[in-house]
């Protein structure tokens, strides 16, 4: 359960939103909407606790994140503008690091597993510096298809440079996330075909 | 620490190890400005065997305090770059230890190499052979207490304009009493003098750096990523 | 209760600047006074120095300076401190308008430093340990309003200025400490500015009639800086714009 209560956010010398609130159960997938410079990427950022707001809080089952802290962040993936992967790493390389970051227990096999799943197959060797724009976009991706027991994802923008068939994958793995009763926050400008029994509709920028 | 966070904590260290042995320049270029900067004093201010060897000392560790905030830059800003940094923030470790780990590689790539060179440097300018050890103890002991409490600097001026010449404002006035203590300790060496209480005087330092320069670094990553 | 409300209703920036504007002159004109009688003790009442004749007055500034150089670090890192802490913003502009009237005072330390040192050794400058101690507290000082400067988000400004005076105040007695080794160590010499004359009594009322004076300017002087900072960073409040000078 995820709930934002009276968000504020300032960006410079700009009031981006105020009063901004939502709750979201387990299985919500919830569509932030709004042109550039609205605040979205500050919202995500807000959620996953990179940025304070200017007023009001988020809370996780009930508690503060930021009291919450790493036991927050264990349940959570986030996904930002950049695709956070180290060019002179291979894709196997840099999910290997991510999960270890998290916690987690990673093995190669896992790692090319989820690489494949996103169409990387036979790139998974290669330093991501040799990979095209999209290719790097989906390296970044791969670490959702890790994440299993995973409570919220906040993805920003994650369809950008990606072509038909990485769309649907990634679709799929939202898909499947929220399936398995996670949460997914995202924007996004395309238009998302996710089945989701749950959906809410944020709008920023009104 | 649970397994977890150690296994977090060593993935670190190797990652950045892994990442500078892939671009190796890094690793010899401040090895390079060191070597180059300790020999430009005999250029400035001449090849006298006993004026050098009474600014030996000095020069050696002014050279490495320097080559240290010149490699400070490497520390955060690549990661900045990419959006690692952001990844490694949420990661649900402990900051100060993820920065401690990150400290730890950044010695072993930029401070151990100066560590390993400054007595060859030190016969250059005539210094006795005992006095070749100490030197290399008190770098031992103050290159990472120089790469702790640069990392602060380094994590407060991430991303700022004027960077490098702005972190060397911040770092080197906190640089000061390892300098002291560790030329210090070289110069009572070389009189005659007992070097324990410089060395211990270094050692402490490096311990508070240890224990209290990670947090205030996580500090300043939080804030530098707002 | 009523009492602690009433003072903590001053920080806010709106009202904590009508404040400052109407107490900074009382402020300016105790220094005034206190600068004209410390002076007056400095010249005419304190008796000439048997090894150092005259020039050994200049003590009369630099100390008063010196300490209060120390202090003022030590004020301004405290309400960076709070702002860190309590996320308030006019203890982070405090601790901004503090900084330059510190790093004045450093200033001014180390210039009568080097007034008394020719005179009296020969030389404009001296390694001893409370003028090197004091370079070095000038470079703290310039450390942090160059980093508040290079910093565009104000509170992004505000929170790194904190974390450094922070550290920077935990350095400065380890600095004091190893910089008083060092000279201990190389000088031996009998030029020493920490060695000053022996404190006659009325040495060091005087001296403590500089500091209060300087105290009070540098009150006067926060509070004034202090102003002009709240305007700029609150321009675009309704407030701001409805003061008589700005609603042109």
Redesign the interface.
Known sequence: MLEAIGLACVRGERRLFRDLAFSLAPGTLLQVHGPNGSGKTSLLRILAGVLAPAAGEVRWSGRRIGALGDEYRRQLAYVGHQNAIKDDLSGVENLMVSERLAGADATVALARAALARLGLKGFEDVPTRALSQGQKRRAALARLAFRRACGLWVLDEPFVALDATAVREVQALVGDQLAAGGMVVLTTHQDVAIRAPLQQDLRLGT | MSR??L??FT??VR?DL??AL??RSEIVNTLVFFVIVVSLFPLGVGAEPALLRAIAPGVVWVAALLASMLALQRLFAGDHA???L?????????LGL?VGAKVLAHWLIAGLPLVLIAPLLGLQFGLPAASLGILAASLALGTPALGFIGA?GAA??LG???GGV?VS??V???Y??VL??GA?AV??GASGLAVGAHLSLLGA?LVVALF?APW?TA??LR???? | MTTRSNWFKYAAPNAFYPLAGATAPWFFAAAAVLALAGLYIAFFVAPTDAQQGEAYRIIFIHVPAAWMSMFIYVVMAFWAGVGLAFNTRLSSMLASALAPTGALMTLIALWTGALWGKPTWGTWWVWDARLTSELILLFLYIGFIALQAAIDEPRRADRAGAVLALVGVVNVPIIYFSVQWWNTLHQGASVSMTRSPSMAATMLVGMLVMVFAFWMYSIGAALTRVRAIILERERLTDWVQELPRVAQ
Not at chain 2, 86 to 94: D, G, K, N, R
């Open positions: 977890g966070t296994g977090a993935c670190m990652r892994l990442l892939r671009r990419d959006g690692t952001e990844q490694i923030v949420l990661a649900p470790q402990p993820m602060i407060l001026t700022l304009r004027g702005l404002l911040l080197l006035p906190l000061i009493p002291i203590f210090g110069e009572a330092f209290f205030a500090a300043a804030i530098a990523l707002e």
